[in-house]
């Protein structure tokens, strides 16, 4: 099913459960020593998914669409099997499968190594080489309005456990619901075992459903598709895991490995820091800022005291988060707090949880409409309007500014699949402007800023 983005007052009403919080209960994650095990973590049914960490090389986004942080990116696993990802400056469709030795001279070292971003799913190595400014632009490939597919002629180099390999992301098939896929070229860097793969969101053999998760997952050595994440999206909350950082160092800004907690899309973190924990209720927990980032609690909620044989981790009894999920219903409203972290040589985490408040889901309309995306938002001379659309469809785009006046106004003839629309804001005075898409039985929206 097809993630709503957003849902209009027309849509949603919503009831606030008024309840005392519930009472602290205790739980706990083990990753194994040396933290070799990614956990999957759900707070309502305190569900635990734990796999190898080190079974994948690299992670396919298959998000729908139009979800937050869908780039149609691709992940390394940079923490748990060191790949690492270069670019190459070269043209794949020429260069692939004819690599010498003197394609990658200069081209390995640290200007052009690229990194996973630890604050968006949809923000992969693969993503580095976009260009901010042209909406069209997914670093490893770009947008076709004629096919609605995204294609790519990007050659790269990855290095993972002592081996180097020549890797070509040639295309996102984004429709119909059935082919949706990536295909992929990759070999060794002498041109031996070449492999051309096409990775489904679905496959139609029946072999596996990655719909309902956020990537698939590829190791290259076996060539095998893997399903890392276990259980579905709605089962999880949190990621305990290994991933890289950046942080200051003698050399200036630099990649570091690190233990912590990455959320799952569509999930909202405040920290609350020096307060004491119990202090927090169903009645002020509003009153925190949350994030949307997926390390809004990342790995700092320890601080590793007197380095050496007799060092020991310490975390702060006065720092909780506030948590907004998901039950199915509406969205509950968490709140976590570590109470001890044993190191590597169990990787145990153990933390208390309660639930604040429900905010439980009143009405909502049965139709399956679209999902919506603009970017870049803000916008300067020009913007894309994307639209997933389930089915085709007739529809009608309405822009207007913040005084009601129509700006333009637009009959679109919607495919089943990704729809592509060029907004041009050039001259469109800076401010803030409402868009609705609407068909029969649903309606879209959405705002768009222009900053020049």
Known sequence: MRLKLLLSAALLSLSVSSFAQGPWLYDSVSMGAGYANDYYYGLAQGTKAFTSGTDWDLAFQTTVFGEPSFNATVRANHARKGVEVFTLHLQASTHFGNMTPA????????????????????????????????????????????????????????????????????????????????????????????????????????????????????????????????????????????????????????????????????????????????????????????????????????????????????????????????????????????????????GDIVFRKRLLTTVGVAEINNNKPAAISIAPNPANNQALLMLDAQTTASAQMLITDMAGRVLRQEALNLKSGINAFSLNTANWPAGIYAVQVAAQGWKLSSRIVVAH
């Open 103 to 346: 394609d990658t001279v200069g081209r390995t070292g640290s200007d052009n190594q690229l990194f996973n971003v630890d604050t968006s799913w949809g923000t992969g190595a693969f993503y580095q080489n976009r260009r901010p400014e042209n909406a069209f632009d997914y670093g490893w490939g770009a947008y076709d309005m004629t096919t609605h597919y995204l294609n790519g002629d990007s050659l790269y180099l990855i290095k993972v456990g002592g081996v180097s390999y020549q890797f070509w992301l040639e295309q996102y098939i984004s429709y119909p619901e059935d082919s949706i896929s990536y295909k992929f070229h990759i070999a060794q860097l002498d041109n031996s075992n070449s492999h051309t793969i096409k990775l489904y969101r679905t496959d139609p053999a029946g072999s596996y459903d990655f719909s309902n998760r956020l990537f698939a997952y590829y190791d290259i050595a076996s060539n095998n598709i893997v399903n890392h994440e276990q259980g579905p999206r709605s089962s999880w909350d949190m990621l305990f895991t290994k991933y890289m950082t950046p942080v200051p160092g003698p050399n200036g800004i630099q990649e570091y490995e690190v233990t912590g907690v990455l959320m799952n899309l569509s999930r909202e973190v405040a920290k609350v820091e020096h307060l004491n924990p119990d202090d927090i209720n169903a009645g002020n927990y509003q009153n925190y800022t949350r994030s949307t980032l997926i390390d809004a609690i990342g790995y700092d909620w320890k601080t590793f005291v007197n380095p050496g044989p007799n060092g020991y981790y310490q975390l702060n009894d006065s720092d909780s988060y506030i948590i907004k999920s998901h039950n199915g219903n509406g969205t509950d409203y968490w709140q976590l707090q570590f109470t001890r972290f044993d190191g590597s040589s169990t």
